[in-house]
């Protein structure tokens, strides 16, 4: 794979220093929001003279190098209205461009739009959700969730029912590169998985790549969720209101100082504690669960060349009870708790450094905790009797930096380049215990210690125009991984090009290798945040990866369609050995085994970003394998989360700025589980076969051998809007599973009269839902 690399390589440099026939100049700056100076990222810049064009990177910054002379420049974004600018270009110039929110002009849309296209693009398996759209997808209990909007798209599954974990091209949950202002988020779910840790409030930006990874990502093997947070509004002061049936929400944003510096703060919490409260008797003590969420960014622009960040995200979950008996003497109070949370943040600085080199420098922390507590005590008077504790906690922790630079020497050529830094602290599960009694007091702490690692890496990479009608991003990107004595080092080759056969037609294919360094062992459960983030070390390797995907991709008036189709290869796959789990006191790696996995598959997405209606329809058919030497006796097995075929449509009908309704359907083939072949009782040679004392023995064929039924569900949402000047009103309502199907959450078998049954447990029936929001 690399020689073909290289030879691609050497072709981009040969064409990026060409002759110059005629004087050229630089037109560069940022595509801001008109209203609330919020940067545009990926607006583009078209010069209908020449044209060429290009798009603005992730914090708005664009360069366009074209001939001197007259040039007319448009600048656009979907759901802005374009601007035109004609210009006699005689020197290299800079700019800040502010587009307003309105109509698409159809005028300037089929050329300058052109850019954004999927058609268009060298990258092949990338979806870009926009926010507002996210905001009208029907969700369970009206709350508005991007993790449920990601699970609708093909090529991604969930997790089961109701659940916010996904699952791409046949990868695992661990698998996912999530990023929160470009921070890795360990935990993405609150209620075990039923609701993601993002509120669609703070988020400005959603894009998912399965597949033609640049070479900029790395660490993981299947996907890459990037979600970017709004900077907050230089110009005046916003706030929003959000009231659910489970959980409300706030945001206030505005300038701290206008066209200088900015903020935005966001908060979530359920109030599921609250509500029940008052239908528990006192006499059984004090129970609940909740969680909450915590946006904050400030932004500072402290010239027209540097941008400073500072983003925030906290969240957690808890679960907790309380009993305290006071009538009877020893009095006792008992208390248990467990909780998992995350907390990340980021300081960022961007600097132009000349007309066609932008740089972004950041520091970030990650830090997901799980712990538990259990405390029972009795006491006379002050006297303390006897005590009893167990916890319990276990997580991981990043310090993190990085440099990445933007480089446009020419319009046929984007440049990317960068290196980073990671320190990870890894705490595997630690129980503390305390037992005091008779005046005795015995405290003990049985685990693992702390592992710490260090990770680095460096990358680059090439969006190049080779060619008028092929397009190719090429790249490298190394990576290592140093624990205890350990040296891990990796080098990762991507490629993905595109040709055109017509302006409106293209084909694609890509090439990626991947590695991951860090591991999650779980228990491939409902989601249990007891999971455990664990280090390659000498005994575990690291996970590899490569994918290979070819495709075809269409555009026709306001429609985009691809097919593709993909192969994906996995190695050194981290799994429990049998009868394993979390809940040991001995060495994690003694309990683990690696394997090897396969994925591959079609997809079929048809998507309308513009007009009355809007959405997609999608469509996969996949196989996905795992295949572990010391489990199902060797044999190769469907991942649990294999399905053949998945089905999804998500549609919105915009009837008039008052009304819009939200629409969902979904259909995938039933997860594959493991069920015994035969089953029988045994009693020891010379017992009575009737007696209590014999064992019930199960004989399981393969693993992963049934098949659950088939998951099918319909959602449907309905927004009232009022526009006012000084506030705007939405009113919600609609249902989850709105024809009320029973859907397996899981099987189970059941004996009646001496027969075995296999009954299924179903999780949701048709649950209605209604939601108030307000802006002002």
Not at 103 to 112: I, N
Not at 249 to 265: N, Q, R, T, Y
Not at 336 to 350: H, I, Q
């Amino acid at each position: 794979m690399l020689r073909p690399l290289l030879l691609v390589l050497c072709l981009g440099f040969l064409h990026l220093s060409p002759a110059q026939e005629s004087r050229t100049y630089t037109i560069s700056g940022t595509l801001e929001d008109a209203d609330s100076r919020e940067m545009l990222l990926g607006a583009t810049v078209f010069d209908q003279n020449s044209g060429t064009g290009t798009v603005s990177n992730t914090y708005g910054f664009f360069s366009l190098t074209i001939p001197a002379g007259t040039s007319e420049l448009v600048f656009s974004y979907i759901g802005y209205t374009p601007v035109t600018l004609s210009i006699d270009l005689q020197k290299d110039t800079t700019m800040v461009i502010r587009l307003r929110a309105g109509t698409q002009l159809e005028a300037v849309e089929v050329k300058a739009d052109r850019l954004e296209k999927n058609v268009q693009r060298s990258q092949m398996s990338t979806v870009d959700v926009p926010v507002e759209f996210i905001k009208k997808v029907p969700a369970l209990l009206g709350e508005v969730d991007v993790l449920k909007v990601i699970q609708l798209l093909p090529g991604v599954q969930s997790g089961g029912e109701g659940q916010s974990g996904f699952y791409v091209r046949g990868g695992g949950p661990d698998q996912n590169l999530i990023l929160l202002d470009g921070v890795p988020v360990y935990n993405a779910s609150h209620l075990f998985g039923f609701f993601s840790v993002f509120n669609a409030e703070a988020v400005k930006d959603v894009t998912l790549i399965k597949g033609g990874f640049p070479a900029r990502y790395g660490g993981r093997l299947s996907s890459v969720l990037d979600i970017t947070l709004k900077e907050g509004n230089m110009q005046e002061f916003h706030s929003a209101l959000s009231l659910g049936l489970i959980a409300s929400s706030a945001m206030v944003e505005g300038p701290i100082i206008k066209d200088k510096v900015s903020f935005i703060l966001t908060g979530r919490r359920t109030y599921i504690d609250l509500l029940i409260r008052p239908f528990l008797s006192a006499e059984d003590g004090t129970s609940g669960y909740y969680f909450h969420d915590i946006n904050g960014k400030i932004n500072w622009r402290i010239s027209d060349r540097d941008r400073v960040y500072l983003s925030m995200y906290t969240g957690r979950d808890k679960f907790y009870y309380r009993y305290e008996e006071k009538n009877y003497q020893p009095k006792y109070e008992e208390e248990a708790s467990f909780g998992w949370g995350n907390l990340t943040t980021a300081l960022r600085w961007n600097h132009v450094w000349t007309k066609n080199l932008f740089s972004n420098t950041t520091l970030t922390l990650s830090d997901y905790a799980f712990d538990t507590d259990n405390q029972y005590k009795e006491t006379s008077g002050s006297t303390l009797v006897s005590e009893q504790k167990l916890a319990y906690t276990s997580g991981i922790r990043d310090w993190a930096g990085r440099i990445d630079f933007d480089y446009l020497p020419v319009p046929k050529h984007y440049i990317r380049f960068g290196a980073g830094a990671i320190a990870h602290t890894f705490d595997p599960g630690v129980f503390d215990l305390l037992n005091f009694s008779d005046g005795d007091r015995i405290s003990t702490q049985i685990g693992q210690p702390k592992i710490t690692a260090a990770e680095w890496f460096a990358y680059g990479e090439d969006d190049a125009e080779l060619l008028p009608a092929l397009k190719v991003n090429y790249g490298l990107h190394l990576s290592g991984f140093q624990v205890e004595d350990k040296h891990y080092i990796s080098l990762q080759p991507r490629i993905s090009a595109r040709y055109l056969l017509r302006d409106d037609l293209s084909v694609k294919a890509s090439f990626s290798t991947m590695r991951q360094y860090i591991n999650l062992l779980s228990n491939e459960s409902i989601g249990l945040p007891t999971d455990l983030w664990l280090p390659a070390t000498d005994r575990v390797k690291p996970q590899d990866a490569w994918q290979v995907a070819v495709g075809a991709a269409y555009d026709w008036k306001e429609y985009e369609l691809s097919v593709e189709g993909y192969y994906k290869d996995m190695d050194n796959l981290l799994s429990y050995t049998e009868g394993s789990s979390f809940f040991s006191f001995t060495n994690w790696q003694n309990r683990v085994t690696q394997g090897s996995g396969d994925s591959y598959g079609g997809e079929v997405f048809l998507q309308k970003k513009r007009g009355t209606w809007t959405g997609w329809i999608g469509y996969t058919l996949s196989r996905s394998n795992r295949q572990f030497d010391e489990l199902n006796f060797g044999r190769k097995f469907p991942y649990k989360y294999d399905r053949r075929h998945d089905f999804e449509i998500v549609v919105n009908y915009k009837k008039s700025d008052k009304f819009d309704i939200g629409l969902t359907w979904v259909f995938g083939t039933g997860n594959a589980i493991s069920l015994a072949a035969e089953s029988y009782y045994y009693a020891p040679p010379g017992s009575n076969p009737n007696s209590f004392y014999r064992y019930y023995i199960e004989h399981f064929e393969d693993r992963n051998n049934f098949r659950m039924p088939s998951y099918h569900r319909g959602d449907i949402g309905f927004n009232f809007h009022r526009i006012r000047p000084h506030y705007q009103r939405t009113i919600s309502f609609g249902a989850y599973n709105v024809y009320n199907r029973k859907n397996p959450f899981f099987v189970f078998t059941e004996e009646t009269n001496n027969q075995v049954q296999l009954k299924q447990a179903s999780l949701f029936p048709i649950i209605p839902f209604i939601s108030y929001n307000i802006k002002f």
